[in-house]
């Protein structure tokens, strides 16, 4: 491992990921909202620009977390929340892809929603059928997950598949706490304008670990 500095000249979200460009990066890692931020704002207007310009995956720390990751830190499990909607194949390689770098085990936390129905998505991996009572799919769903894309985990790492009902943010929050999870990944579509990606700017003002954003 070795640390290099670069300096760049130009408006600020453009100049660091055209770097991130020329040096090949498969992650950009940035600060989230300060102590004396709006709360309701989860990061200033320059990391709001990049996150979502930025084609790159990008892990926001949060700079008000109760413990900041130290110069030691080393993750060793990673949430990934599942909010009820259809994944392409790819995305889930490539949040695989992104574990197997990492070196983390993954815990896969699907979330139910009530009176949502996810949308129809030609070869995406959907959701299970019944969201109110996930008794009657649910090992089905997990054997068919696992069928589908455990050859995408790399050898060494742990895949375990849970199951939970509610807002997605909160439930995610709430069980990255309670399970000493290091990581939360995220997908999402690269807009975080006003009723859109509720659970990633939920997540983001709120999270104590790393919030890694996966762009579909």
């Known amino acids: ?81 599942l909010e009820g909607v259809p994944l392409a194949d790819c995305v889930i390689k490539q949040v695989f892809d992104l574990a197997q770098e990492l070196k983390v085990d993954l815990d896969i936390l699907h979330i139910a929603m009530a009176k949502k129905k996810p949308p129809m998505v030609v070869g995406a991996f959907t959701s299970p059928r019944y969201l109110d009572h996930p008794q009657y799919d649910w090992p089905a769903w997990s054997e068919e997950f696992l069928y589908r894309f455990y050859t995408y985990l790399h050898p060494d790492a742990t895949l375990r598949l849970f199951h939970r009902r509610g807002k997605p943010d909160r439930v995610a929050l709430r069980f990255a706490m309670e399970n000493g999870e290091d990581m939360i990944a995220l997908s999402w579509h690269g807009r975080l304008q006003e009723k859109m990606a509720a659970t990633v700017r939920g997540v983001l003002a709120r999270a104590e670990v790393p919030v890694l954003l996966i762009r579909t």
């Not at 991130?20 to 940035?30: N, P, Q, T």
């Not at 300060?34 to 990049?50: S, Y």
């Not at 930025?54 to 949060?62: A, E, H, L």
């Open 1 to 81: 491992e070795k640390l290099v500095f670069h300096q760049v000249r130009g408006e600020v979200a453009g100049a660091s990921l055209g770097l991130a460009e020329d040096v090949k990066a498969w992650m950009v890692v940035l600060s989230g909202q300060g102590q004396t931020n709006d709360p309701r704002r989860f990061a200033g207007q320059t990391a709001l620009d990049l996150i979502q310009r930025s084609t790159f995956p990008v892990t926001v720390i949060r700079a008000a977390m109760r413990e900041l990751p130290g110069p030691d830190w080393r993750p060793a499990k990673m949430l990934v929340p």
